[in-house]
């Protein structure tokens, strides 16, 4: 999926994250540890514990004995993922984009494509407000047709979360030529009216959108 080169633009994962999601992901009694359970065990917002894990923010300092009294952290360990947090925030790579790779997948959203897909589109609906049924980001419709165009789409991050969007699947013919005399309707867009192009060849590509959240 997605396979685009990174490089020194990769935005840096701080040892707090690291450190919190693996803790997460061992901690659970059935499993792994909703982010909710921890947010409720740390005595923090769930959207905290989803920007300490995207390494958009750290734990307050007045709450850092939590992660030993109540996680059973070592102080060490505390210390180390503060001195690391500070060195993130003096400018090593923090805040650079990023596309949206299989390590990244694995990190922000635990491997999951449609996660991933469904935040895309979240983005999408928060940037374009309300719209018709027929153009408004359906998961319903959207998310498979991402599923089965890998490669066909993309994803720009930046401090883990998504920040823009763009794909170009490719129309079968009636369907392009619904395109070109203004009669094609969005929502009539399916996994089976969708041509799976084998290059060399000419093939129609539409951009359902391009969406860059605002400020970036």
Not at 103 to 116: K, P, Q
Not at 125 to 136: H, I, Q, T
Request: with cysteine; charged share 25%.
């Amino acid at each position: 999926m997605m396979s685009v080169e990174t490089g020194a633009d990769v935005t840096t994962t701080s040892l707090f994250a690291q450190k919190l999601r693996a803790w997460r992901g061992a901690a659970g009694q059935h499993g792994r540890m909703t982010q909710e359970a921890l947010a409720e065990r740390l005595g923090v917002s769930v959207d905290a514990i989803g920007k300490y894990e995207r390494s958009v923010s750290f734990i307050r300092g007045d709450l850092e004995h939590r992660l030993v009294e109540r996680l059973g952290w070592s102080r060490d360990d505390v210390l180390a993922c503060r001195e690391d947090w500070s060195a993130l925030q003096q400018g090593d790579g923090r805040g650079q984009y990023a596309i949206l790779d299989q390590t990244a997948l694995d990190r922000v959203f635990d491997g999951s494509l449609r996660a991933a897909i469904e935040a895309g589109l979240e983005v999408a609906d928060a940037e374009f407000g309300d719209l018709p049924a027929d153009f408004a980001p359906d998961p319903d419709r959207f998310v498979p047709l991402y599923e089965a165009t890998t490669g066909q789409w993309a994803m720009a991050l930046k401090h883990d979360e998504i920040v823009a969007k763009w794909s170009l699947p490719f129309l079968v013919p009636e369907d392009e030529a619904r395109f070109r005399n203004r009669t094609f309707l969005e929502d009539t867009l399916s996994v089976d009216r969708l041509r799976r192009p084998i290059f060399p060849g000419q093939y129609f590509g539409y951009c359902p959108a391009l969406v860059v959240r605002s400020g970036h």
